[in-house]
């Protein structure tokens, strides 16, 4: 099979996965929130989901060929895991209140970065009690800026991640008020032709 014709798949899988999340999430007209579960292989709820592609398949090598990203990711190396996997949790962690319908908006602008297993897995806002944090971010108009950095202890490595909150129209450097700190392991699959996928996190306690 040809790059372009599995390129053409991946990015039809991909377009059916957002348009079933955007769906899933659309009907949340009481303007609250909850932020999206971190999912792993036995912590799944899915809302919208769709089934995982079958071509292209995963591989358990290492990439061969990786394809270009799209924007806004044409500078990360689809070849390079850890810059696959910094580069998805910082988009999926950061979110602006401001101009996102939910958290959700945030897991959908990763979906280049994620395998269709992954796309699948991700949890849809419910309605329920409002989201203190949203709603006051939103109230103050500020977003959420997540720093990622690879820890290493005992000789296992993880992903550590921190929010801060900062003004909608302030820079990624500038300073803000730090909401938290999230420990995670994170698991990477190889798609044919395509080059590493983020497909599981695991939060770390």
Known sequence: MTRTRITQRLTQAVAIAAAALLAGCGNNTDDTDHYPSVV???QVQVEGSVEPSTEPKPSVAKPTSCAKLPEPFTDVDACNEQSVALTALRTMYSTNPTRDASSQDAMLRAV????????????APTKGNQNTEWA???SSRKRVVATVTIQTENQSSYYQISR????????????????????????????DG????????????
Do not use: E, Q
């Open 40 to 42: 792993t292989s036995t």
């Open 164 to 191: 801060k909150a900062v003004p909608v129209d302030a820079g990624n450097d500038a300073p803000g008020t730090t909401l938290d700190t999230i420990a995670v392991s994170a698991t990477l699959t190889v798609v």
């Open 112 to 123: 280049p970065l994620l395998s269709s297993a992954m796309i699948s897995r991700i949890v």
């Open 194 to 205: 395509m080059g590493y996928r983020l497909d599981t996190l695991t939060p770390i306690i």
């Open 136 to 138: 006051n971010l939103k």
